[in-house]
Every structure is written in structure tokens, then in C-alpha cells.
């Protein structure tokens, strides 16, 4: 049995459009590969492997490489400890300035958590930039192992520091979720801004621009957008009003006359927060957290904010908890935005990437 060998010499269409293309197939080499000459596609043809199995293999392929480099895993070490020196700058300054009532180790457990998500986040962005060949499917696959990595090292880390000031633990595991698909989109992201272009230095600045917007410029410009969202609206009396435990009112009846009030439709801007890494852990951890907590108020503050004016002031217009829609856990709308964020990116990358190698 002869073995067939690559042909990098080959140019135009037939390089590019091989007999049985692997998905993913690239990942290391710079070339692509051509598999199956013609006699020996007449005897015997190459074994076809599914999709999912072909974007595995070419994302496992593709992690051994990072993980045989120690500035890999000193990029982990690093996020750690940066995300460490952040929440306790953010913690000793919000205690200065009145914030904190007591626990301030337990808010620097919380506020490193949200940190490490950020971390995931502009690590993730580098390592798929840098590793930017193979499918769609590869590269998410690729990024999700990379962030596991950095997940495993994160949670050990935050269950050291939860453990030590009485934080609730249950947080470590949310981190550790929220790293992997934070570490997964964003190396999306990062891998379609690499493809879109021939230069690298194209794709750098779209990639940080896209990474300064997801984690900076939309709790910004929300911040911005939140006086404009405040108006007059009509509301009646509240009766029968029922509360949950954190005090969210969660039904009520609506009798009397419509009155003039102002109020704030929140839920116009927050949608632009929801898909900040930090905010989103937020998200995720707000129920973990107990409701006597210095942060706990910060972490639910967003869905607080998503969620609008019924909050606050239930009837408005007139209408009782019951014809009301049930509320998007800010979570989802985060994710949701990440990935469209991604898919512009990565499939517009991916077809530049083909009609490159096939001119």
C-alpha cells in the first residue's frame, strides 16, 4: 500500500478543490492538503469522517500546539493574577468611597470572578487570532479546549480565594462556565478578524476594536443612553401586589385611573451591556450570591436595569402582572449578541480566506 504524498506544488482550482477535503484540515500547515490521485481514487477511496469528528480532531490538533508552549500557560498564570490585582484595586477604592459596608475580602471574591471573565475574553481574542486556520467548527471547538485550560486553573484559583474569605463557592463554577464560552466566542472572533485580511495588522486593529466595544465601549455608551430612556407614562394602582424574596414584585392587580408618571424604560440600553463578559458573569452568578451581600446588588443590577419600569412601577398603561411577558434572563441576550458578534466576523473570514487561496 502506497502512501500518497501531499502535492504543495500544485496551483490554481485543483489545489484548492481536493477530492476529500478534511474539515479543518490546515490547522498546522500552511498548506492545504490534496488527498487521492487518480488511481488510487478508482481502487479504494479515502475514508469520509463526520463533520463534528473532522472539527475535533483539527481542534485537539490545534491546542497540543499551545499546550507544548509554556507562554501559554503563562498567559494563564497572568490573567489570574492580573484579574486578582484589579479586584483588589476595585474593592480598596469602592470601600474608600463608601461602597462596601464590610466584607471586602468577599467583594474582591466576587469582583476577580468578573474580572477572569474579561480575562477569557482578551486571551481568547489573542489565541484565535494566532490560530486562526481551519472551520468554523474548529476554531469554536479549539478556543472552548483553550478556555477549559485557563477555566480549570481560574476556578482552582477562585475556590482558594472563596474558601478563605466565606464566599459562596457556588461562584467559581458559574466563572468557570461563563471562561469557556467567553474563551470559545472571542476566539471566534479573534480568528474571523485574522481571516478577513491578507495583513495582520488589518485584522489586529478590527480585533481590538470589536474586543475594546464587547468589553468597555457598550457599558459606556449604555451609561450614555440611560438619561434619554427617561419619560412620562401613564400607570394605575397597584393591589393584591406579591413580592419574591429579594423583594421583585412578581404579581399584582391594576384598579383606578391612569395617572401621569415618570418613569425609565431601562430595558431600551441595557440590552448593549448584556453582552459584556464581566456583566454577564454578573448575570449568571446574581442568583448564587446571597441578597446580604455588599455586591449582590451590583451582580442583579442589569437585569434589574433589562427588565424596565415594571420593576419599580407596576400598572403602567394599565396592565396587571398577567398580561406582562415573562422577562429574558440578560444572560442569553448577552450570548446572543457575542455570537452574532462572532458569525459577522468568522463567516465573512472564512469565504475572504477561500477566494484568497483560490486567485
Known amino acids: 500500500m502506497a502512501k500518497v504524498p501531499d502535492e504543495p506544488g500544485l496551483s490554481g482550482p485543483r489545489r484548492n ?4 477535503e478534511v474539515i479543518g484540515g490546515g490547522m498546522i500547515d500552511d498548506l492545504p492538503r490534496a488527498h487521492g490521485g487518480l488511481n488510487n481514487s478508482a481502487t479504494r477511496p479515502s475514508p469520509v469522517r463526520s463533520p463534528f469528528k473532522a472539527a475535533a480532531a483539527a481542534a485537539w490538533q490545534d491546542t497540543r500546539i499551545s499546550f507544548s508552549s509554556w507562554r501559554f500557560w503563562l498567559a494563564c498564570a497572568l490573567g489570574v493574577v492580573i484579574a486578582g490585582g484589579l479586584a483588589a484595586a476595585v474593592a480598596g477604592w469602592g470601600q474608600a468611597n463608601g461602597w462596601f459596608e464590610s466584607s471586602v475580602p468577599s467583594a474582591i471574591y466576587l469582583v476577580m470572578a468578573a474580572w477572569l471573565a474579561i480575562a477569557a475574553a482578551v486571551l481568547g481574542t489573542v489565541w484565535g487570532f494566532r490560530h486562526s486556520r481551519g472551520s468554523i467548527a474548529a476554531l469554536l471547538l479549539a478556543g472552548a479546549i483553550r478556555g477549559a485550560a485557563f477555566a480549570v486553573i481560574s476556578g482552582v484559583v477562585l475556590l482558594v480565594v ?10 467559581a463554577g458559574a466563572a468557570v462556565v461563563v471562561v469557556v464560552l467567553e474563551s470559545a466566542l472571542f476566539g471566534l472572533i479573534g480568528a474571523g478578524s485574522r481571516a ?3 495583513g495582520a495588522a488589518p485584522g489586529t486593529a478590527l480585533a481590538a476594536v470589536l474586543v475594546a466595544f464587547l468589553c468597555i465601549g457598550n457599558v459606556a455608551l449604555t451609561l450614555m443612553l440611560l438619561p434619554g ?4 407614562d401613564q400607570a394605575s394602582v397597584p393591589v393584591n401586589v406579591q413580592r419574591d424574596d429579594s423583594g421583585r414584585i412578581t404579581a399584582y392587580e391594576c384598579v383606578g385611573d391612569l395617572r401621569p408618571v415618570e418613569v425609565a424604560h431601562t430595558e431600551r440600553a441595557a440590552w448593549l451591556a ?6 454577564l458573569l454578573g448575570s449568571v452568578a446574581a442568583d448564587l450570591v446571597p441578597r446580604d451581600n455588599d455586591v449582590a446588588w451590583v451582580l442583579s443590577g442589569l437585569q434589574w436595569a433589562a427588565d424596565g419600569p415594571a420593576r419599580e412601577v407596576p400598572c ?6 398577567d398580561g406582562l411577558a415573562p422577562t429574558v434572563p440578560v444572560a442569553l441576550t448577552g450570548l446572543a449578541v457575542q455570537v452574532v458578534v462572532a458569525a459577522l466576523v468568522a463567516v465573512p473570514g472564512r469565504w475572504l480566506t477561500s477566494r484568497r487561496a483560490t486567485s
Not at 448584556?274 to 456583566?279: E, G, R
Open 162 to 171: 472563596g474558601a478563605s474569605v466565606g464566599g459562596p463557592l457556588a461562584v
Open 17 to 20: 478543490e481536493p477530492e476529500y
Open 196 to 198: 478577513c485580511f491578507a
Open 274 to 279: 448584556a453582552s459584556n463578559p464581566a456583566l
Open 229 to 232: 430612556t427617561t419619560g412620562m
Open 316 to 321: 403602567l398603561g394599565g396592565e396587571s402582572s
